[in-house]
Structure formats: C-alpha cells, structure tokens
T-cell receptor, first 113, second 115 residues
Framework: AQSVTQLGSHVSVSEGALVLLRCNYSSSVPPYLFWYVQYPNQGLQLLLKYTSAATLVKGINGFEAEFKKSETSFHLTKPSAHMSDAAEYFCAVGTSGTYKYIFGTGTRLKVLA | EPEVTQTPSHQVTQMGQEVILRCVPISNHLYFYWYRQILGQKVEFLVSFYNNEISEKSEIFDDQFSVERPDGSNFTLKIRSTKLEDSAMYFC?????????????FGPGTRLTVT
C-alpha cells in the first residue's frame, strides 16, 4: 500500500530564510508525487509534481522539490521565504488504478517578519 | 484557465437531512473525485468516478453517500441522512488523462456544517 508521511505539522521560518518541508513516501511501484498548497479558506493548488522525468522538480512561486529514491523522500524547498508563503502544504502520492491521491497530514508554514 | 467549480461554498443543514453538493469539473476531463477534510485533519479520499460509474470508494463512503453525473457537466455528491460527523470541507477534483502523471485539479470546496 502506498502512503505519505509529512514530518512536522507546524514549521516556522523567518522571512528570507530557507523553507524546508519534509515528505517521505512508501510505495512498491515508482511513485507519482505531488505537492499542493492550501491558503486559508481556499482549495488546493498544485505547486509541483514528480513524474519520473527529472529528479529535481521546479514549481510555482519559487518552490522546488527533489525526488530521492534512496531516501524515499520528496522534500519541498524554497530558498527565501516570503510572507505570502504562509499556508498549509500537502504532499500526496498518486496511486495506481484510479489514480486517487493519498495525502500526508499537512504542514502549516508560518513566516515570521 | 479552466477550473473546477463547486456550489454552494457553504451549506448548513440539520442532522438527518439530505444534502447535495455540486461540482462542475473541467470540461474535457475523464476522472472525477470527491475528497473531504475534517477541520484540522488531512484530506481524505471518498470516491472516484470514471466512465459513468464508481471506480473506487473508501470505507468512509458508505450507503449514505452517492455520486452522480446527471448530465455532461455536473458531478454531484449526495449525503442521504447527514450526521454531525459529516461536517467537513468537501473537495471535488478532476483529471484529464489516463496516465498517472496527470495531476488532479481541485475545486474551492464546500464547507458542510451539520447541526
């Protein structure tokens, strides 16, 4: 069975500091991995996705993620945090068959001025 | 840019009442999904729908739930007799291609409050 684990339900960084949000997956087949962002009272917006074409994936708003098979990880990073990055971030794995998502528990990012 | 829309944005209902949540997926998409997010918890899969039938459902999706695509555009989730624990944000999503690399596009959600 496939699963996703997000370490750290809350992460605080200073404005301008590096953002690192962790995601580890478990999958018996090559995974398709996604990061979504949820701003307060809004829906889920795709940040980026890994589909085996490249291990370093660039997304919107300056975010990127690196797929590391040896570590079963797909951590999300951004070199310099902005106040507007404050949101909840979800890692998800796409499953085979119906391609439904299994989501992690989410990480709420707080950016301090 | 095409988007998934959902109505209503917020629905308040009394326990035991039926509710219908509506979604309009992106027009050329083939796969449709409902997820829910109880306040403060993770997003959970409810059901997937393809080729006019349910392709997979979770254990949450019991006999009180049903889905329908009554015409070429709408995709609905019905809860027959709501319970307090059905209070959650419900997200509709759709995806276009048959490859697993295609991402899902989510609607803004319907917040259901059962009193």
């Amino acid at each position: 069975a496939q699963s996703v684990t997000q370490l750290g339900s809350h992460v605080s960084v200073s404005e301008g500091a590096l953002v690192l949000l962790r995601c580890n997956y478990s999958s018996s087949v090559p995974p398709y991995l996604f990061w979504y962002v949820q701003y307060p009272n809004q829906g889920l917006q795709l940040l980026l996705k890994y589909t085996s074409a490249a291990t370093l994936v660039k997304g919107i708003n300056g975010f990127e993620a690196e797929f590391k098979k040896s570590e079963t990880s797909f951590h999300l990073t951004k070199p310099s945090a902005h106040m507007s990055d404050a949101a909840e971030y979800f890692c998800a794995v796409g499953t085979s068959g119906t391609y439904k998502y299994i989501f992690g528990t989410g990480t709420r990012l707080k950016v301090l001025a | 840019e095409p988007e998934v829309t959902q109505t209503p944005s917020h629905q308040v209902t009394q326990m035991g009442q039926e509710v219908i949540l509506r979604c309009v997926p992106i027009s050329n998409h083939l796969y449709f999904y409902w997820y829910r997010q109880i306040l403060g918890q993770k997003v959970e899969f409810l059901v997937s729908f393809y080729n006019n039938e349910i392709s997979e459902k979770s254990e949450i999706f019991d006999d009180q739930f049903s889905v329908e695509r009554p015409d070429g555009s709408n995709f609905t989730l019905k809860i027959r007799s709501t319970k307090l624990e059905d209070s959650a944000m419900y997200f509709c999503a759709s995806r276009g291609g048959q490859s697993a690399s295609y991402e899902q596009y989510f609607g803004p959600g319907t917040r259901l409050t059962v009193t």
